[in-house]
């Protein structure tokens, strides 16, 4: 018999991916009782498999989608300054080739991006001359002119896992490997079993909040099943990481022969990250998977500017993920709108908010809008200046802080501090502690990763596996060899023996 939890909750969300994290946290900053469950990891799915930037959508504007491109904008420079350890600014280059857009159009776009967000912490729009160095060296002898521009990189399953610990830290309940087998609605409750790692038990809840992505219908069919839910329409996006193809800390914006465009952009390090793709999907969310047609797409995009040309074999990781689009019935898959849509269902019961579509960039901004159709608006925009955990640096003084971290751990080594700073900001100090050696951070797992981390990542950001560091908290799986993440999985499995 499942166990019953004497507790109410003001909210129960469904779905551990940036919607729902950040509502979660929005709404326990407030004084909810809130209950975040997600049947897998945090951004198991559709929120770690974008192409990782905070932007406007300079493509939108070609849609005349003015209203989420100025909302865009605004939250990217917010953003940055609540979470400058994950966010950072990228100058992006976009060049200019003959028989697509005209340079009038991209100088346009441009002018309306660099002035219609009220752009403050980032450099504006200049014209490049591609013959020079870098770009010559990388690009192809047609292209001569183009334009550099500015948008930011995210880190995107960290902004997930820290916004769900802010709101732990703030009341809430993140429940994740728990899934919600059953919903019953009443007049002003639902009713709902959950099951987890402690079995199966009932919650209650005055309003359900599905922020479950490509299952949004899926969960509402269990909530509403005397009603038929289609409202989605499933769109593939996928990436493929090669070594690195060109020097430089910028990032390319190609244009396509079909009106789509790629990026091509600096990851990790030692890799460049290019994507994405557009394809309709009807298959199991949970079995989404790049196809040869798209690696060959990718490929095919970027070797009409590169000099020097790539194929799918030279990629040396994929992924893939699903964009749960609201479904306004365009016949393309690349103009589907990616601005967020909610459906509230009141009439026959306790509330249910359904959320479809939206973006990483604009995230905070739906979670106060949810609030407020809920009726909990009242107040001040808190999200908007409180620094997400380890964010409380001045983004115009991150190298100033980065010095002072390695005057401090000098034996880390500096590429290492710097990417312990740009996944935990301030919190760095709550991993390394008062060591003066590797030697007292515990198990050396292989590379600069040792068991001080992988206990924080448990004991802090709710990591479970070696999967959840290796592939979302951190991307060392790319840098890790085999015999290293080996030693992540047995050490997770010791933990869960204990």
Request: hydrophobic content about 40%.
């Amino acid at each position: 018999m499942p166990q019953f939890v004497s507790a109410d909750f003001d909210l129960l969300i469904i779905g551990g991916g940036i919607n729902g994290a950040g509502i979660a946290r929005d709404a326990a900053g407030r004084g909810l009782k809130v209950l975040l469950v997600e049947k897998d990891d945090l951004a198991a799915h559709t929120s770690s498999a974008s192409t990782k930037l905070v932007h406007g959508g300079l493509r939108y504007l070609e849609h005349f989608e003015f209203r989420l491109v100025r909302e865009s904008l605004i939250e990217r420079e917010r953003l940055l300054n609540i979470a400058p350890h994950i966010i950072w600014p990228l100058r992006f280059v976009l060049p200019h080739d003959k028989g697509l857009r005209p340079k009038w159009m991209l100088r346009l776009g441009l002018f309306l991006y660099d002035n219609l967000g009220g752009r403050k912490l980032l450099p504006g729009t200049r014209t490049v001359d591609l013959r020079q160095i870098p770009h010559g060296e990388i690009l192809q002898d047609r292209l001569t002119k183009g334009f550099e521009y500015s948008d930011c990189w995210v880190q995107d399953a960290r902004m997930v896992a820290l916004n769900c610990m802010d709101a732990r830290d703030r009341g809430a309940d993140i429940r994740t490997r728990t899934e919600c087998v059953t919903l019953e609605r009443s007049k002003d409750r639902w009713q709902a079993t959950i099951r987890g790692k402690r079995g199966d038990e009932q919650v209650s809840a005055r309003i359900l909040i599905n922020a479950s992505g490509p299952w949004v219908d899926s969960v509402l069919s269990r909530a509403i099943p005397s009603r038929e839910h289609q409202n989605l329409r499933l769109v593939k996006g996928s990436h493929l990481v090669f070594p690195r193809l060109f020097d430089g800390r910028h990032a390319y914006i190609f244009q396509n022969r079909d009106n789509r465009i790629v990026f091509a952009i600096p990851y990790e390090r030692d890799y460049t990250l290019v994507g994405t793709t557009d394809m309709l999907f009807s298959g199991d969310p949970n079995e989404v998977a790049i196809s040869d047609e798209e690696k060959h797409y990718i490929c095919d995009a970027i070797n009409e500017y590169l000099r020097k040309p790539v194929t799918p074999e030279d990629a040396v990781w994929d992924y893939s993920g699903i964009r749960p689009l609201y479904d306004d019935k365009s016949t393309d898959n690349s103009t589907v709108t990616r601005d967020y849509v909610f459906e509230l269902d009141q009439a026959e019961g306790a509330p249910v908010l359904s959320i479809f579509g939206g973006k990483i960039t604009t995230y905070r901004k739906l979670a106060e809008h949810a609030l407020q159709k809920l009726g909990f608006g009242k107040g001040q925009s808190w999200t908007a200046t409180t620094p997400l955990p380890g964010g409380d640096i001045d983004p115009a003084r991150f190298d100033n802080f980065l010095a002072e971290k390695l005057a401090l751990y000098p034996w880390f080594g500096a590429e290492g501090i710097l990417r312990l700073l740009r996944a935990y900001g301030t919190r760095i100090d709550e991993i390394l502690g008062d060591a003066q050696s590797h030697a007292e951070l515990g198990e050396h797992m292989g590379g600069d990763l040792y068991g001080a981390e992988l206990r924080y990542l448990a004991q802090e950001e709710f990591a479970r596996s070696a999967e959840d560091v290796l592939w979302r908290r951190t991307k060392l799986g790319l840098h890790l060899d085999v015999a290293a993440q080996g030693r992540v999985s047995e050490w997770f499995a010791a933990q869960a023996g204990n």
